[in-house]
């Protein structure tokens, strides 16, 4: 203190004596004031410390200095760091800006050792503050009256942990993102979406599947077959299937042509999103008429994935012979399907959360192969853009197919043949508002033909989604259904009801129901959640119940409890039901579950169990199962089970399944042994795919799949003249992996790999990963491929490749006397002269600026816009540079930064 009053005094006597010259007076002043404030830390305190919020590293280092007097963080590069425009100026012993908005202005003053935030004053002291090294360090209590954050630093790991006391610049962003992620219809990533146009013709791919079986009484011999054929004819995409009975003769053939387009063109200028002609389902109305099977066709230009609160949600598609199929929402099993009518799996109205909803097709070869099948749809998401119609049409003879081969699986109908017509539209009023209207002429099972109309309305009422649904035919019938759904406290809840008069028929409620009473009213409640349990446990729980009373008076009541969630090593699936029955005669209630779990007993070997049960009104264990599933080798699986029904006519069941998949075909053996009648049957199994390589022009044998959805042909190759064609004498790019829905493939020595099993989603996404090229400077065009995959279509995805560059700049800033220092914190671009793309680059607290995977050519680089323009700094020369075409590491050189007035950024 007494240095200060002395080095003072004599400021002032010094200013007097020299009263002519006050400029020169001030500076003396100000660096005798420099002079006298002692330092709080010194060079020896440095450490270099991570930068993290939570699981987000911000930077991999910084210079903060931990002395006896505290933390201090350097105000300038934090602030770049968070993204906050605070520029630091060490010539004025200040550093101001705004934090989060303009009009919170922050100043901080180092000559009056006071703050300011948006008008309030902060005073400190001098060893809470200093300049150094260019930078104006802060100790940490002090930074956290200035920035909207909390401070820990733990300098045993080196790392400075921060928490947001307010949402920061980056955070704000990735939170945009997920929005946007979230949103419907919007894509997973970000990818380069590739044409998949309708040919006139296209060599079709083929699933073929062949059984027999041998059983011991000689009875109950079979021999079934089933062919799917599909590929582009006349511009649209065929898709056929012909598939036996037990005595091998033909007895379901379908066939079908359809457009798709998730963008809104599969009818060119008449629009759509799908359309086909064939084999058909006819759409479902929300209140009224369901989905049917029938020969006609249909249109619909509404969104694939996205479904309203009323409309159900029926999943069909292909089921091989001797498959089954389970379904998960949500990761908990709803349904399940043990074998294909004609040929298909069908899951009618499946229970969906209010929301984005995943549902995982799991599908089960009788000999232990697995795939799955994974796809999300927006439930609850019925309104339309203001301005925007939405059409969907179906035109049918229910129940017929094209081709009637006189054989089907299930007995022929009444109301077979008979027309089914229905047209529904909605149109968006208002952002959130959509009206809906339909009409339809149908013969619902037993009944008498009716044409109906209705009527209703969508929208959002704050945080709840809510449709109400009127309709009326011309026999007298009248329904009105209500729907609502939310997601309070992380909890979806879903409601619905409907009251009825005049014996209207809604088959979305009843499908297939012909000997009861029509409805006189229907509530149905679904809740979908998740419950925290110890140790990080989160078990998804899934609640539904349907309440239908008649018009007899007569009430059903069903309701479920589902849960699945993996638990140690184990993954655990229960369910719980309650079924209850009122008629004028009698009544029924019984409670009922199941429980199954799957294991891991090592890499090779799965154990699965599960056991059903009735609880109420008689207890007891109605069937229970085990099953062990041993990969031997890649090619070779191994599958026993036993199955043990008890009741009435109690019996044991003992199966054996050995399966070979070769890389052509899939062939299994199965053995089945029932104790109880000393039965045994003895099964071959043979399945294989035919798909044409259009990299190879020919056609190549191939495991089953490849006729049930689309395919891509990767070409990858080192493209030595850049022209984007291969030539004969271009080196092909082997260990490029492919990640597909089916799975990963690699690339060959070719640089060619023929990837199936992509399914008949909306879109797919293809992921191409270089990482484990041998090449690392090997780098190609977008990592993501978006396309619209096609039952029996191949694409072909070229991959050229070129070498690429390692460079490194060092990021200096050059301080008013010329001096030059390193700048951490400091966001360029490396802006390509042939095709402008940018490459961004953060440098690290040596300021050192690195960018990987840079493509052959001329360069220059230029500093981020926003960063620049809140710091004033500038590039005080240009900065150029050249990647050679054969790539490597390439040293830059220097960035040089300046400021447009005196200080620092």
Request: hydrophobic share 40%; charged share 20%.
């Amino acid at each position: 203190m007494i240095t200060a009053r002395s080095a003072g005094a004599a400021a002032v006597a010094l200013a007097a004596a020299m009263g002519s010259s006050d400029a020169f007076a001030q500076t003396l002043m100000r660096n005798l004031v420099i002079a006298a404030d002692p330092q709080p830390f010194s060079a020896d305190d440095l450490l270099w410390m991570e930068v993290r919020a939570g699981d987000l590293q911000l930077a991999e280092s910084m210079n903060v200095y931990a002395s006896r007097s505290g933390v201090f963080v350097p105000l300038g590069e934090f602030s770049r760091v968070l993204e906050l425009a605070v520029g630091v100026f060490p010539g004025q012993r200040r550093a101001e800006g705004w934090v989060l908005s303009p009009d919170r202005r922050l100043v901080v003053d180092l000559t009056t050792r006071q703050a300011t935030l948006q008008g309030r004053i902060i005073p400190f002291s001098t060893d809470q503050a200093a300049i150094y090294d260019g930078d104006l360090y802060v100790r940490a209590d002090l930074l956290e009256q200035l920035l909207p954050v909390r401070i820990k630093a733990d300098a045993s790991a080196q790392v400075l942990a921060l928490t947001a006391t307010e949402a920061l610049p980056f955070q704000q962003r990735a939170e945009r993102e997920q929005r946007r992620a979230s949103a419907v219809g919007a894509p997973q990533d970000e990818g380069t979406r590739l044409a998949t146009p309708y040919r006139l013709f296209t060599a079709p791919s083929f699933d073929v599947n062949i059984g027999g079986q041998l059983a011991r009484d000689g009875i109950d011999q079979a021999s079934r077959y089933d062919i799917r054929a599909a590929g582009d004819l006349l511009h649209a995409g065929l898709e056929a299937y012909a598939g036996s009975d037990d005595d091998g003769r033909i007895s379901d053939v379908r066939v079908t042509l359809s457009r798709k387009d998730p963008y809104g063109r599969a009818l060119g200028p008449l629009g759509g999103t799908r359309a086909g002609v064939g084999d058909i389902f006819t759409p479902s109305m929300a209140i009224g008429a369901a989905s049917y099977a029938g020969r006609g066709l249909y249109y619909t230009s509404a969104p694939l994935e996205n479904l309203d609160l009323a409309t159900p949600l029926n999943l069909r598609g292909e089921l091989a012979l001797g498959e089954d199929v389970e379904l998960y929402v949500n990761e908990v099993l709803q349904r399940a399907q043990t074998s294909p009518v004609q040929g298909r799996y069908e899951f009618l109205d499946v229970p969906l959360a209010f929301g984005l909803n995943t549902l995982r097709l799991v599908f089960y070869g009788s000999q232990g192969q697995r795939r799955e099948v994974v796809r999300r749809i927006n439930f609850g998401t019925g309104q339309v853009e203001a301005g925007r119609f939405v059409l969907r049409l179906g035109a049918a003879e229910q129940g017929l197919t094209v081709f009637d081969v006189g054989g089907g699986e299930t007995p022929m109908m009444a109301e077979a043949g008979a027309t089914r017509l229905v047209a529904l539209a909605d149109y968006g009023l208002s952002p959130g508002l959509t009206l809906s209207a339909g009409a339809a002429r149908y013969r619902p099972q037993g009944q008498a033909t009716r044409t109906l109309g209705s009527l209703g309305l969508r929208g959002s009422l704050g945080a709840v989604a809510a449709q109400v649904d009127a309709a009326f035919d011309d026999q007298g019938g009248r329904g009105v259904t209500l729907g609502a759904a939310a997601r309070p406290f992380g909890v979806s809840i879903v409601g619905r009801h409907s009251e009825y008069a005049g014996d209207f028929i809604d088959e979305t409620r009843q499908l297939g129901v012909s000997d009861q009473a029509p409805l006189a009213r229907a509530t149905d409640l679904r809740l979908d959640g998740q419950v925290s349990g110890p140790r990080g446990l989160a078990v998804p729980l899934s609640f539904n119940v349907r309440r239908l009373q008649r018009a007899d008076d007569s009430l059903t009541t069903n309701a479920e409890l589902r849960a699945s969630a993996p638990i140690g090593r184990y993954y655990a699936s229960s369910s719980v039901v309650y079924e209850a029955e009122k008629t004028a005669l009698a009544s029924r209630r019984r409670w009922l579950g199941a429980s199954d779990v799957t294991t891991l007993i090592s890499a090779r070997l799965q154990a699965r169990a599960g056991v059903s049960y009735e609880l109420s009104p008689d207890p007891g264990v109605d069937t229970a199962y085990a099953t062990v599933d041993w990969q031997i080798s890649d090619a070779n699986a191994l599958r026993l089970g036993v199955v043990r029904a008890i009741g009435p006519r109690p019996a044991t069941s003992f199966q054996a399944s050995n399966l070979w998949r070769a890389r052509r075909f899939d062939l299994a053996l199965n053995v089945a042994y029932e104790t109880e009648r000393k039965d045994w049957r003895i099964g071959l199994q043979l399945g294989f795919g035919f798909g044409y390589d259009p990299l190879e022009r020919r056609y190549e044998m191939t495991r089953p799949g490849v006729a049930g959805g689309g395919a891509v042909a990767v070409n990858a190759w080192i493209d030595a003249n850049g022209d984007g064609l291969r030539q004969t004498d271009e080196q092909g790019v082997g260990g490029l992996v492919v990640d597909t829905p089916a799975g990963a493939e690699v690339t060959d020595e070719a640089g060619r790999v023929f990837a199936t099993g992509l399914g008949d989603a909306a879109v797919a996404r293809i992921r191409l990963n270089d990482e484990a090229i041998d090449d690392p400077f090997l780098i190609g065009g977008a990592g993501v491929i978006e396309i619209v995959p096609r039952a029996g279509r191949t694409l072909v995805i070229d991959r050229p490749m070129a070498r690429s560059a390692e460079v490194e700049l060092t990021a200096l800033f050059i301080r008013d006397d010329g001096a030059a220092r390193p700048l951490a914190a400091l966001d360029v671009e490396l802006v390509a002269e042939r095709d402008g793309q940018a490459i961004q680059a953060r440098s690290d607290h040596a300021g050192v600026l690195f960018f990987e995977g840079v493509p052959p050519g001329a360069y220059a680089l230029r500093l981020q816009t926003d960063q620049a323009r809140t710091h004033g700094m500038s590039l005080a020369a240009p900065v150029t540079l050249f990647v050679p075409a054969d790539g490597g590491f390439v040293r830059g050189g220097e960035v040089r930064v300046r400021l447009g007035q005196d200080g620092q950024p």
